[in-house]
C-alpha cells in the first residue's frame, strides 16, 4: 500500500470517527443520525463530512429553508436529496427519482464503508 492511500484511509478513519454518525437503511430512504446534538450552522459541516466518503460526488442545488435544508446532489449518474430538518434534529438520505430510489443500497454501502 502506498503512503498516499495509506494516509488518505487514515483520514477517513478519523473523519468517520469524529462524525460519529450511523446511517440506517429504510425502505425507501436512509437516515443518518449524528451522535451529538446539531444546529443549522452545523449543515455545512456535517454535509461536507458526509460527502467526503462519496467519490465523484455533484452538489446539483442547495435549498435553504427557515428550519430545513435540502442538498440535491449526483452520484454515480444517479441523483439524491440529504435532507435536514433542524426541529427534528433530523437528517436522512433519498432517491429524486424512481431510479436514484432503487439506487439507495449503493449509496448506503459506499456511505457505509
Known amino acids: 500500500m502506498t503512503n498516499k492511500i495509506y494516509k488518505s484511509l487514515i483520514q477517513i478513519n478519523i473523519m468517520i470517527k469524529k462524525l460519529?454518525?450511523?446511517?440506517?437503511?429504510?425502505?425507501?430512504?436512509?437516515t443518518v443520525n449524528f451522535e451529538q446534538a446539531w444546529f443549522q450552522e452545523d449543515i455545512d459541516s456535517l454535509s461536507e463530512q458526509l460527502f467526503?466518503?462519496?467519490?465523484g460526488f455533484k452538489i446539483q442545488e442547495k435549498i435553504l429553508g427557515a428550519d430545513r435544508e435540502n442538498i440535491r446532489f449526483?452520484?454515480?449518474?444517479?441523483?439524491f436529496?440529504?435532507?435536514f430538518d433542524c426541529c427534528s434534529q433530523s437528517c436522512w438520505l433519498?432517491?429524486?427519482d424512481e431510479a436514484s430510489s432503487n439506487y439507495l443500497d449503493n449509496l448506503y454501502l459506499e456511505l457505509s464503508k
Open 94 to 96: 433519498e432517491g429524486q
Open 81 to 83: 436529496i440529504l435532507n
Open 52 to 55: 467526503t466518503m462519496l467519490a
Open 20 to 30: 460519529n454518525t450511523t446511517i440506517t437503511k429504510q425502505t425507501e430512504y436512509l
Open 74 to 79: 449526483c452520484w454515480q449518474a444517479h441523483y
